[in-house]
């Protein structure tokens, strides 16, 4: 049964005064087809920035993708690409899916009555 990963920025903190963003609320929901089973991993990624950097984005121009290549890069461990750190946590969540599919397979719910 497939697993499908779903990422999201739920909020952010930012300075009204230059539009820099300070906090981001992020979540990650892995589920099997049917719904049953889900996993989740979630928190908040402290930033510090510098409104006059070249790569400095002001919170007007952020996109989703943007934000989540900062949560991305902040799960890097050792020598890991941010690619690499999305790919490890979306597959250890796919595992905890997946166990609970096979714990679930093995169980039953009910009264013999």
Known sequence: MAVTTT???NDMQRNDSDGGVTLVYWS???K??????????GGKLRLTY???ASSFVP??????STVLGWVYDSL???????????AR?????????????????????????
């Open 7 to 9: 990422w999201t920025v």
């Open 28 to 30: 990650l929901v892995a």
């Open 32 to 41: 099997n087809d049917s719904g049953d089973e889900s996993a989740s991993d």
């Open 50 to 52: 510098d409104a006059s």
């Open 59 to 64: 919170y007007a121009d952020l996109t989703s």
């Open 76 to 86: 890097k461990e050792g020598n890991e690409t941010a690619d690499e750190a999305k």
């Open 89 to 113: 946590v979306e597959s250890e969540r796919t595992a905890k899916v997946n166990a609970q599919i096979t714990k679930n397979a093995d169980t039953s719910n009910g009264v013999p009555w």
